[in-house]
């Protein structure tokens, strides 16, 4: 999971892939699970740390009331009250990615933010993402996380007013590859949008439907195992 925090922090570029080796991460989530006599709970990462500084052992262990079980480091408690109340509603969540990417960033500060269906990447997502409209202040209780769950309902992407971006998927790979992608397809748009011309739709018959997991229509594990490939080269701190 290291792999895909130091990549998904600041995309395309992507730092936040540095959680853990994204082969491992499934399975250190599930260990983690029965290692603590079957109790809820998951990874993230500490407060006071980079993106680019994290690595596989600095990431904590915390459970559902916020108590930090395993590894050094606070739990940041707006990171807290989001992923928690998205895994308690959304059980077939193992993955909640949430960052502040540039492009993604840049649609949610917009009036009417939209990820208009102009590129073929949006033949996908489009079915995929939920927008929320009323981020007028930060989810630092359980009833602003509830708030954001709520909004992002049966949907793998929450783009957050005035926030960022939060993904929800079955695995690390597939929360992963759906933020790069969204992220990408969020730079095409708003680059386009900066010509000041506008900007050119696609018939709404293209959408795909699709809802199940990303990684069943794209090359999820191909895509973070080439950026590990990237980090064993240039990071090599990242798996430590």
């Known amino acids: ?29 599930d260990a983690a ?36 079980v395993r590894g050094e480091g606070e739990l940041c408690k707006v990171a807290f009250h989001v992923h928690t109340r998205i895994h308690l509603a959304r059980p077939d969540a193992a993955c909640v990615l949430h960052v502040h990417p540039q492009y ?25 993402v939920a927008m929320d409209h009323r ?12 708030r954001l769950a709520a909004a992002m309902g049966g949907k793998s992407i929450l783009i957050m007013g005035a926030h960022g971006v939060t993904v929800a998927g079955p695995t ?5 590859d ?17 010509s000041g011309r506008r900007l050119k739709r696609l018939p709404e018959s293209s959408r795909k439907h699709w809802h199940g997991p990303c990684g069943e229509r794209l090359d999820a594990r191909l895509h973070l195992d080439a950026w ?4 064993d080269r240039e990071e090599p701190d990242c798996a430590s």
């Open 1 to 29: 999971m290291a792999p895909a925090l130091r990549h998904g922090s600041g995309l395309p570029r992507g730092r936040a892939a540095r959680l853990e080796r994204a082969d491992r991460q499934p399975q250190l989530a």
């Open 33 to 68: 699970r029965e290692r603590y006599g079957g109790e809820k709970l998951f990874l993230i990462n500490p407060c006071g740390f980079l993106f680019q500084e994290l690595t596989a052992s600095r990431l904590i262990v915390c459970d559902l009331d916020g108590h930090v």
């Open 104 to 128: 993604l960033t840049t649609l949610s500060l917009l009036e009417l933010p939209e990820l208009a269906l102009v590129h073929h990447n949006n033949m996908l997502l489009n079915d995929r």
């Open 135 to 146: 981020g007028v202040r930060t989810a630092d209780s359980n009833e602003g996380g509830d």
């Open 172 to 176: 690390v790979l597939d929360a992963f």
């Open 178 to 194: 759906e933020l790069y992608i969204a992220e990408r397809t969020a730079m095409y748009q708003m680059t386009a949008m900066a």
């Open 228 to 231: 590990r490939r990237v980090l």
